[in-house]
Nanobody, 126 residues
Framework: QVQLIESGGGSVETGDSLRLSCAIS????????MAWFRQAPGKEREFVSS????????YYGDSVKDRFAISRDNTKRTVFLQMSSLKPGDTAIYYC???????????????????WGQGTQVTVSS
């Protein structure tokens, strides 16, 4: 079965950086896109970033644009989220998702993704 294994979360201070990783275990039928979402306590899951697997096109939520960068390693079947200039508002559990079929729906749609990781906690203190 397909599993997404996230790592790289932790506790940091304002202005620090972190890099999250999400490795694909198992064989999805295809990899069309992967994404990062986050969820803070008491809030809805929020779109952070996504990447088209073949073309490498990237998309970002407004709150992380110019601070976060998504990338992928096709050989290792891993997606990364480089987070810089972290703020307390970035504190959340970060989840990666995988979409395994072509779609015209927005990559920021949480319901688009077929597989999810277990989440990794990111805590930013002031």
């Amino acid at each position: 079965q397909v599993q997404l294994i996230e790592s790289g979360g932790g506790s940091v201070e304002t202005g620090d950086s972190l890099r999250l990783s999400c490795a694909i275990s198992g064989r999805p039928s295809d990899i069309f896109a992967m994404a990062w979402f986050r969820q803070a306590p008491g809030k809805e899951r929020e779109f952070v970033s996504s990447i088209n697997w073949s073309g490498g096109n990237t998309y970002y939520g407004d709150s992380v644009k110019d601070r976060f960068a998504i990338s992928r390693d096709n050989t290792k079947r891993t997606v990364f989220l480089q987070m810089s200039s972290l703020k307390p508002g970035d504190t959340a559990i970060y989840y990666c998702g995988l979409e395994d079929s072509p779609t015209t729906r927005p990559y920021s749609d949480y319901n688009l993704y077929d597989y999810w990781g277990q989440g990794t906690q990111v805590t930013v203190s002031s």
